[in-house]
């Protein structure tokens, strides 16, 4: 038994894929940098992170600027966490790739619920490309519920291929998906335009 903290500094020093797993539910309040607590542990080494029955990160101790999770390593997985609370984003994909967030509630956080930045590329926030999951105990049908964060729900800043799909997202200070962190981008015609996920067209509905 240890504390998520401590299993994610020691998946750090762990050469290759890890797993962090918790089968129990609850709420885990990170203690302030004064109580030696503070952000968590980045991480940079792979690791599938899965409470199975949403086990909740609480950040609002965390201290000024803190971000929830910090995913620097490619082919990270995060699954049925609550993470709320956090002076920042509630999770963030830095510079990686193949990094899948599902099934997770991301909520109440200062920042964007979910952040991708430093060129995170082919990830998927959201149902998986092709895997069945039995159970979801949060969140959309394989998707995840971003809600009531200081910034847009699922921001892209900077990478391609991102893919982004049956999540749920509402009541945040910005837009539900944000290519550029910049708010609403106009489609333009035949998609030519480039950026953050090739700034891709919204839907354009008519009657």
């Known amino acids: 038994m240890c504390t998520l903290r401590e299993a994610m500094a020691a998946s750090n020093a762990t050469v290759g894929p890890d797993s962090i797993e918790f089968r129990v539910n609850g709420t885990i ?23 199975y029955i949403g086990l909740s990160v609480d950040g609002s101790q965390a201290g000024a600027g803190a971000n929830g999770l910090v995913v620097r390593a ?27 967030i599902q099934w997770s509630f991301i909520h109440d956080n200062a920042g964007p619920g979910i952040l991708l930045t430093g060129g995170s590329s082919d990830n998927v ?46 009541g945040n200070s910005g837009i539900a998906i944000d290519l550029g962190d910049d708010g609403v981008t106009p489609n333009d015609d035949a998609d030519a335009d480039t950026g953050p996920n090739q700034l891709q067209n919204a839907p354009d509905v008519t009657a």
Do not use: C, W
Request: glycine share 18%.
């Open 74 to 100: 490619n082919g990270t997985k995060v699954r049925n966490l609550d993470v709320q609370g956090f002076a920042g984003s509630g999770i963030v994909i830095a510079g990686a790739s193949a990094v899948e």
């Open 29 to 51: 309040v990170l203690a302030s940098p004064a109580q030696g607590g503070g952000p968590l542990p980045e991480l940079i080494d792979a690791v599938t992170i899965d409470s």
């Open 125 to 170: 926030i959201g149902a998986p490309a092709a895997e069945e999951r039995q159970y979801a105990s949060l969140g959309a049908i394989g998707g995840n519920t971003v809600v009531d964060n200081g910034g847009g729900g699922i921001v892209v800043a900077s990478g391609e291929s991102n893919t982004i799909r049956t999540n749920v997202a509402y």
